[in-house]
């Protein structure tokens, strides 16, 4: 799942009338300022600070900390890799900002920046040596760092909140394999794992998120719902 900031553009205006222009024509002109408004996106951040946002940077970190996956399959030519018992076991999320994009319908975009987290799997890698099929297996160390955006829509009526658009990026990767092989082999083994892992996290952080925000009960949609006033 691939899952970009968009940036926020802002307009200035300084108009100033000559001093023998004649009044400027009123319905021109706030046509043109209606038009230009369109396509302009106000903003609103809430800090850290906010008990909000603290709120849900607490169930996000309880529930990435709470993911484990069971088997996740790879392969690389040769190497036929499965991962088993796939664990986060610690993760940093500072606090998120979110930024209000004026659409139709209305739509908050949440951003976390400089997250990080880092975890620990086993592995079973099958290759071929000489014809002869061989097995490693073993421990490995994975750490992570990343941010993330995603689209939340409120309901005001119903008091829901609608997902969508979960994007991670960058998504920065290391793996540590606690094996003692060839060089080769182990250089082989370690990208493939890496990309692995990689892979996975971008399904399992989405996931969390999104089911997360959707399911964060009031005190996640007031969050979202008083940024609408």
Known sequence: MNKRRQEQTELFFDWKRPPNMSSPNIPILLTVLFTVSLGVHSDHSLTERNPGTQLLNNLLTTNLMGVQVPKVNGKNGPLALVLENLKINDVNLPGGVIRIKQRNPLVLTLNVDNASLNGTSEFLANYNALLLPQTLDGLLDFSADF????????????????????????????????ESILQFLLDLLTALLQTTVESTLDDVICDTVTSTINNGGNPVFDLFGNVLG
């Open 147 to 178: 941010g993330l955006s995603v689209d939340v829509i409120p309901d005001l009526e119903s008091k829901t909140l609608q997902t969508e658009n979960c994007k991670i990026q960058p998504l920065k990767v290391k793996v540590s394999v606690l």
